[in-house]
């Protein structure tokens, strides 16, 4: 055998039997921290980590807390170091000792009756009581408390598990042979280095990130490699955990390029003789015309599931067919692995065409599986190349802190994208914070803000004729007058009115609150300023003629949403509330387009509070009301996810897309 041979034989062997890669987190205690998205664990709990300490500790240094994200019956600081030593802060249990230095598993653990903590496998502390927990931040309290050092293996589990199963676990990794893998809820390894921290159970994707206030120019948690010898990953089989197709339901273009239509998320463990997907089999049916599509196109996007990290599979793609077996050749990788089937439209796409695809079959190493599709949404449909000059498409959407919690550059952008691939003509924006005119600017808007850096602002496709000053205050109203393309004109007001309590919605959890509390909160807060807004700003600019959109963060639950049918489906866990803040909406005979075209609260809860928060996704408090002469709601859903299937909300809000006939007159 020649020298070549022998070479690549070598080659080939250490590329089918590499070893995992061994990665760690790195914060810098100032700005870099990691948010979570989880339901609050409610019965027990473990929650466990390696960390690396760099140079003596803070007072206070949090691994993992709940943040604002807590109830005064919760522990918010389930895995804490105090003046050095590991405890779980709320609930008054401390070890005896001073964290040492170096390499080290940390782990608190509550079973409905006693706390306890342990370090390197062994029980140091317990303690009876103990609290419910919702971890919500890694590596600071959000915005407060940070870490100094190394995170790796962080698990959180919604079981108190016993000291031998600690011990046992803690220098490997993980997998599905673990007895209480059923009870594991999130997993984040920070192996793959991946833009969002992988949770290897795949549902709850963080957020790495630097604190929005942060003036610094880093960039957040930063991967490092990892320097921990106590921690081996042995060589094991890969062996594929679940495979699903997700998909979005967005309007497209004709000539549209490269746009999303179905994407594969393949979840694997182990790195031995790994996955290859052999080929994907499509069906492409559910497309009215294939005379429509011109390419189909695969990318392999890794950990990652933005499409700008992917790379094409076939170069210039594929004639579409009905049904296609196309060989991909990916070999995968531990975790999280993402595959985007895109189109290439042509330019003659017909308007109103449903556009959609199907995977049928996975081929992984020789053998034919089903990716799970857990809802089929919609499929896309394409936009009229004309406008319909009597439409209005509104969007309504805080986008959380000027939309650069996700980063002060890509945050923006992506809510950019997110207005672009709805259509909207309007958009009613709350949280604005400076990024407004850029986002405008990327879409081609006018734009109006009543200050620089406002709160509210109204971005338009239309003419913004006149703007509006409030007589409430700026931070909470403002209007401008738009001219429609049929050349009617339309009043635009957003609003943001106060909420009561730690967080609106929180309370839902806490025995402390009754619904007379919740009533008499929204009365003194947002029902107050509601009152206001209508007496001072609508009264005065309104000629009760004028189309009028009235939209924004209402910071309050309706009384239409918040009934005994949805407690009875399981929502708004359980809470029937009369609350007061909607019925003077209705009194002034404002229509809710949401409701109207969703009427039966029990199975269209039109939640948007909050998107990216598991805890609460039931709560309606951001709407589009209107009235007026001559305008009715087409249309109302609500969007809370990118064009991009997986790729994380960048706002804490949902956004309401609401369709408006506004002709005649």
Same mark, same amino acid.
């Given at each position: $055998? ?17 070893? /995992? ?11 870099a ?13 473990t ?14 240094e949090?691994?993992?807390g709940?943040?604002?994200v ?51 496998g062994?029980?140091?502390?317990e ?16 915005g407060?408390?940070?870490f100094?050092?190394r ?11 016993a #000291? ?6 803690? =220098? ?12 594991? #809820? ?44 106590s921690?081996?990953?042995? /060589?094991?089989?890969m062996?594929?955990?679940?495979a ?28 031995? *003789? ?18 429509? #599509?011109?390419r ?5 996007l890794?950990?990652n599931?933005?499409l700008?990290?992917g ?35 042509? &330019? ?18 020789g ?20 406008? =319909? ?24 952008? *992506? ?5 672009r ?33 406002s ?12 703007t509006?000053k ?11 007058? #738009? /001219?429609? &393309? ?11 009115i ?8 929180l309370?839902?959890y806490?025995k ?18 509601l ?13 009760g003629? $004028? ?18 049918r ?6 708004? %866990? ?9 019925? *003077? $909406? ?8 949401y ?15 909050a998107? %990216? ?26 969007i ?24 005649? /007159?």
């Amino acid at each position: $055998m020649s020298k070549f041979s022998t070479l690549i034989l070598l080659l080939v062997a250490l590329h089918i039997y590499a070893a /995992e890669p061994n990665y760690a987190l790195e914060f810098n205690g100032h700005d870099a921290q990691v948010d979570i998205s989880m339901k609050p664990l409610l019965k027990e709990w473990t929650i466990s980590a390696w960390i690396h300490k760099e140079g003596a500790w803070a007072d206070d240094e949090v691994i993992v807390g709940n943040g604002w994200v807590t109830v005064q019956e919760w522990e918010d600081y389930p895995l804490h170091v105090h003046k050095g030593k590991l405890c779980c802060y709320r609930s008054g249990l401390f070890a005896p000792e001073e964290m040492p230095q170096g390499w080290h598993q940390i782990a608190s653990s509550w079973d409905g009756k006693k706390a306890r903590l342990f370090i390197d496998g062994k029980q140091v502390a317990e303690k009876e009581g103990g609290r419910p927990t919702c971890p919500s931040f890694v590596g600071s309290d959000d915005g407060k408390e940070y870490f100094t050092g190394r995170i790796d293996e962080l698990r959180i589990w919604n079981k108190a598990l016993a #000291v031998d199963q600690l011990s046992q676990w803690m =220098n490997k990794p993980v997998t599905s042979a673990h007895p209480d893998y059923a009870s594991l #809820v999130a997993y984040y390894r920070f192996d793959d280095r991946a833009l969002d921290a992988t949770d290897y159970k795949g549902i709850h994707k963080g957020d790495i990130k630097q604190h929005y206030k942060s003036a610094s120019d880093g960039g957040g948690p930063m991967y490092v490699a990892n320097s921990n010898r106590s921690f081996k990953i042995p /060589e094991i089989k890969m062996k594929l955990l679940q495979a699903q197709q997700l998909q979005t339901s967005f309007p497209l273009r004709a000539g549209q390029k490269k746009v999303e239509i179905l994407k594969l998320k393949i979840n694997c463990e182990g790195s031995q *003789q790994p996955l290859t997907v052999d080929h994907l089999q499509l069906d492409l049916s559910g497309c009215s015309d294939l005379a429509d #599509v011109e390419r189909v196109r695969l990318f392999a996007l890794g950990a990652n599931a933005e499409l700008a990290s992917g790379k094409e599979l076939i170069a210039g793609g594929l004639k579409p067919q009905r049904k296609m077996g196309i060989a991909c050749g990916q070999q995968l990788q531990p975790g999280i692995n993402y595959i985007a089937v895109c189109f290439d439209l042509k &330019p003659s796409a017909k308007a109103g065409n449903a556009i959609d695809a199907f995977c049928y079959g996975l081929e992984l190493n020789g053998e034919t599986i089903a990716a799970s599709l857990r809802e089929k949404p919609a499929p896309h449909r394409v936009l009229p190349k004309a406008r =319909n000059v009597n439409e209005l498409k509104v969007l309504n959407w805080n986008i959380w802190h000027g939309g650069i919690e996700k980063g002060r550059d890509i945050g923006p952008v *992506q809510v950019a994208d997110i207005i672009r691939a709805c259509d909207a003509d309007v958009v009613a924006m709350v949280e604005t914070y400076g990024s407004g005119k850029r986002i405008a600017d990327l879409l081609g808007f006018h734009f109006y803000e009543p200050y620089k850096g406002s709160n509210l602002s109204i971005l338009s496709r239309h003419p913004i004729l006149q703007t509006y000053k409030s007589a409430k205050g700026d931070f909470y109203s403002t209007g401008a007058k #738009v /001219e429609l &393309p049929n050349g009617r004109e339309a009043l635009i007001w957003v609003i943001w009115i106060r909420y009561w309590g730690p967080d609106y919605v929180l309370q839902q959890y806490s025995k402390a609150y009754s619904a007379h509390d919740w009533i008499k909160g929204d009365e003194e807060a947002a029902d107050a300023d509601l009152k206001e807004i209508l007496e001072k700003d609508i009264a005065k600019h309104h000629d009760g003629k $004028m189309p009028l959109i009235f939209a924004g963060d209402f910071n309050s639950c309706s009384h239409v949403d918040m009934t005994s049918r949805a407690a009875k489906a399981g929502l708004h %866990n359980g809470w029937v509330v009369d609350l007061p803040v909607h019925k *003077q $909406m209705f009194a002034q005979d404002f229509k809710d387009s949401y409701r109207e075209s969703n009427p039966n609260e029990s199975i269209h809860h039109g939640g948007t509070w909050a998107a %990216n928060y598991r805890w609460s996704d039931d709560f309606r408090i951001d709407f589009i009301y209107y009235k007026g002469r001559d305008i009715q709601a087409r249309s109302s859903h609500v969007i809370s996810e990118h064009p991009q299937a997986d790729v994380l909300w960048p706002g804490d809000h949902s956004a309401v897309f609401s369709v408006f006939d506004v002709g005649k /007159e």
